[in-house]
């Protein structure tokens, strides 16, 4: 409060020394050169001395929960799942969350789900313990339990816990496979599968995640609020990137403290158990939960490339039957940093290696292949990387210089470079992606998917000519 009454006092100074020094209807700056710059003054009277962008105090919302009192989007509702031809086109291309109303209910986990006796029956409920987080109000410093899942199921009514955990593995043949997801290029992504059970009231923290999901619910009622990521991921401020979500209370939002939070439009959209839900990758969201809630995510890797690949693709035989358990679901991002990497230096022996071949190599990898154009960033990026190895300077990498780094030492600095490079990618794709909508919504092109393709085999971010393009200059090396 008392920050918000300082800033209203400076803004009638502001304001009163502006109204003194400007008698003239305009305000010319001659700058000696001929240019001369005119800039209309207000005519409105009384000036709106204190407005909300001014005092962040003041705008609706403050202080109360996400996305409250602002007019909420919509989001786009299907009668179940399309195919995946259909899902990768107007959704996961485009980066567009959509919910699948029903999708799951012939399921067996929607059957019978619905009571925790049938999770008694198993014997592996008295034998594997799970992950339980201990407060329901998400704080993310708070230090999750381990519980098998009958002690779980003894407890979770009466006390202030609910279980996160990859789904068991005796559950996973109750589990369907989306069915927008069986194609074999996208269930070759696949990363996790999570499974998250309460008594209700859990309200999560504003994260993302950097991954593609599909949320099915199968007991309870859900609540989402979504930001979109590629709009407003230069906008939206998380205050733990390491973790990827803020330490805003999520009911009581404050302005002051978070004020992109009054510039971001949400997205609103309730799930009902049988329902499904895409949630992009890395679009914000913050969930709440009503009544006995049991849900499961599938997890992909998201990749441009690949979704676009795979339109032209084979999708295989999978069966529409198809659960959890008939995948092997393994997670890539687990290879710290880079296997590709790693070898290619474990392989060094007794050659040396110029920054040239390092960066040949460094192309090659599995996060440095998602990339639409290998940019001068890029290239720095991989130097400082370079450099950082290369101790003596001499502009070339030798085993023994390898053989003084530390293995940790060295998961770090490949890790914290190839992460630069994952943050190029981002760029890019949201570059893309933001040159192909304005395209779209012109009216200029018939397609949005063949407008993605036709630019991602051109190796560009932006269309040649179009307004962007001149002041984006991605240059190829
Ligand atoms: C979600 O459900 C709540 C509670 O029933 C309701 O107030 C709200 O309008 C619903 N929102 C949407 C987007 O349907």
């Known amino acids: 409060m008392a920050r918000a009454r300082r800033l209203l006092f400076l803004v009638e100074i502001l304001f009163l020394a502006v109204s003194l020094s400007s008698s003239d209807q305009e305000t010319v700056n001659d700058f000696g050169d001929g240019i001369r710059s005119v800039e209309a003054e207000a005519t409105t009277w009384p000036p709106n001395v204190?407005?909300?962008?001014d005092d962040p105090s003041l705008a609706p919302g403050h202080l109360k929960p996400i996305g409250a009192n602002v007019p909420n989007k919509a989001v786009k509702v299907l009668q179940g799942?399309?195919?995946?031809?259909?899902?990768?086109?107007?959704?996961?291309?485009?980066?567009v969350p959509v919910l699948f109303r029903a999708a799951v209910t012939d399921s067996v986990a929607f059957k019978n789900w619905n009571t925790d006796e049938y999770f008694?029956?198993?014997?592996?409920?008295?034998?594997?313990?799970?992950?339980i987080e201990t407060r329901k109000k998400e704080v993310r410093t708070q230090r999750p339990t381990a519980l098998t899942l009958r002690q779980f199921l003894d407890r979770y009514n009466q006390e202030d816990i609910y279980m996160v955990e990859a789904v068991p593995s005796f559950l996973r043949k109750d589990v369907p496979m989306p069915k927008s997801l069986l194609c074999?290029?996208?269930?070759?992504?696949?990363?996790?599968?999570?499974?998250?059970?309460?008594?209700?009231?859990?309200?999560s923290v504003l994260h993302n995640d950097d991954v593609d999901n599909i949320n099915c619910l199968y007991a309870g009622k859900k609540e989402l609020v979504f930001i979109n990521f590629p709009r407003y991921r230069n906008k939206v401020d998380?205050?733990?990137?390491?973790?990827?979500?803020?330490?805003m209370d999520v009911e009581a939002v404050d302005f002051t403290k978070y004020p992109f939070m009054r510039d971001v439009e949400y997205h609103r959209v309730n799930m009902s158990a049988g329902d499904c839900l895409y949630i992009p990758y890395r679009w914000y969201h913050q969930v709440n939960s009503y009544g006995r809630n049991i849900a499961v995510n599938v997890w992909w890797e998201h990749n441009l490339k690949k979704y676009v690949e795979a339109l032209s693709q084979d999708c295989g035989d999978l069966s529409e039957d198809a659960t959890?358990?008939?995948?092997?679901?393994?997670?890539?991002?687990?290879?710290q940093p880079s296997d590709h990497l790693k070898e290619f230096l474990d392989s060094v022996k007794d050659e040396t290696v110029t920054f040239e071949v390092f960066e040949a190599s460094v192309k090659k990898d599995r996060v440095a292949t998602e990339?639409?154009?290998?940019?001068?960033?890029?290239?720095?990026?991989?130097k400082e990387m370079f450099d950082e190895i290369d101790r003596n300077e001499d502009s070339v990498l030798t085993q023994d210089e390898l053989?003084?780094?530390?293995?940790?030492?060295?998961?770090?600095?490949?890790?914290?470079?190839?992460?630069?490079?994952?943050?190029?990618?981002?760029?890019q794709v949201a570059q893309l992606r933001q040159s192909v909508e304005a395209e779209v919504a012109r009216g200029r092109a018939e397609s949005y998917v063949e407008l993605v393709k036709k630019l991602l085999d051109e190796g560009r971010t932006t269309l040649a000519g179009a307004d962007e393009s001149a002041e984006q200059g991605h240059q190829e090396l």
């Open 50 to 53: 204190v407005s909300s962008e």
């Open 81 to 95: 799942f399309p195919p995946p031809d259909v899902f990768l086109r107007d959704y996961a291309i485009p980066s």
């Open 120 to 131: 008694r029956q198993f014997s592996e409920a008295d034998r594997q313990t799970h992950t």
């Open 184 to 203: 074999e290029p996208l269930t070759n992504l696949l990363v996790d599968t999570v499974m998250w059970f309460s008594s209700g009231g859990t309200k």
């Open 238 to 247: 998380l205050d733990h990137p390491e973790g990827s979500y803020s330490s």
């Open 324 to 335: 959890l358990a008939d995948f092997n679901i393994e997670n890539p991002q687990e290879e």
């Open 371 to 382: 990339l639409i154009i290998w940019t001068p960033e890029c290239r720095q990026i991989i």
């Open 403 to 427: 053989d003084l780094m530390q293995e940790e030492e060295l998961e770090e600095v490949l890790g914290e470079k190839l992460d630069g490079i994952r943050t190029v990618i981002i760029d």
